[in-house]
């Protein structure tokens, strides 16, 4: 199986760029490979992005910055920082994200993230997120990869929820194809949704990856906002991303976003990103 160390989780930093203040986010669908065993660089990510999001909803944009600290095999650590702001005001969201390789078959990613309320009209994000996810690579080739994760989130007044997930990753040279689906129980009410994505990505680490992710579901949930009412609705969504190396120790990436939450708006993106690797 070829791949680098970068699995950026960009659906996990999508998600706290565009959640909704009512439910958790997919869980990330991976960027590029499962992190091989050896040193790689440290890598250093600060970008931002911008949405409009049509009915009134106006512009979204945000800073972000990553950094990747690969210097144990065994165990990679990141951190991650979102600040977005809409025209209801400003929100923060502090990650911290790591892969830990068992052996050469097993590995598991598992992370955490903390959004402060500083005001009840800005929350674009659940108060607390943990995810947990094992991957096995199949024998002999270990060129499939099958997985299965576990989120939990806390909105605060507005309840808390779990994703139970099931997905597989496929290697073959420098094509990387995924599928995931996802259950989603929100509380208040119990009430289950389901969703799905799938992504392909082709490229080889030190030069370029692109690829893109389509992804849609249901989104139900129990607002008590106001007066208690039950929310359903259904979106999908696309995203396209090009990373390139300039040099050696430095790179860009650009993503572009579409979403259609039916019934409720659609939004469009841009983001960037600058990287550097030492």
Do not use: C
Request: proline share 6%.
């Amino acid at each position: 199986m070829k791949g680098g160390l970068w699995l950026v989780l960009w659906f996990l930093v999508a998600g706290l760029e565009t959640s909704s203040a009512q439910t958790a986010p997919t869980p990330p669908t991976p960027e590029q490979p499962a992190p091989a065993l050896g040193a790689h660089p440290i890598r250093l990510e600060l970008g931002g992005y911008i949405h409009h999001v049509d009915r009134g909803f106006g512009n979204w944009r945000g800073l972000e910055a990553q950094l990747w600290i690969p210097t144990n095999p065994r165990f990679i650590p990141v951190f991650l920082v979102d600040s977005q702001t809409r025209p209801t005001g400003t929100q923060q969201n502090y990650g911290f994200f790591s892969y830990l390789n068992w052996t050469n078959s097993f590995y598991t990613t598992q992370g955490f993230s903390l959004s402060p309320r500083r005001n009840d009209a800005a929350v674009y994000s659940p108060d607390q997120r943990y995810d947990i996810k094992a991957h096995w690579k199949v024998p002999p080739q270990k060129n499939l990869v099958l997985a299965g994760g576990y989120t939990y989130y806390d909105l605060g007044r507005q309840g808390r929820g779990q994703i139970f997930n099931v997905g597989t990753i496929y290697y073959h040279e420098k094509l990387v194809l995924e599928g995931n689906l996802f259950i989603n129980r929100n509380q208040p009410g119990a009430l289950v949704s389901a969703s799905g994505s799938l992504a392909a990505q082709y490229g080889i680490e030190g030069h370029y990856w692109a690829g893109i992710v389509l992804s849609g579901g249901r989104e139900l949930y129990h607002s008590v906002s106001f007066q208690p009412i039950d929310i359903n609705f259904s979106s999908y969504s696309a995203r396209a991303f090009y990373r390139k190396w300039l040099s050696r120790h430095l790179g860009v990436v650009v993503f572009f976003d579409y979403q259609d939450k039916l019934q409720a708006y659609r939004r469009v993106g841009l983001s960037s990103r600058v990287f550097f690797e030492f």
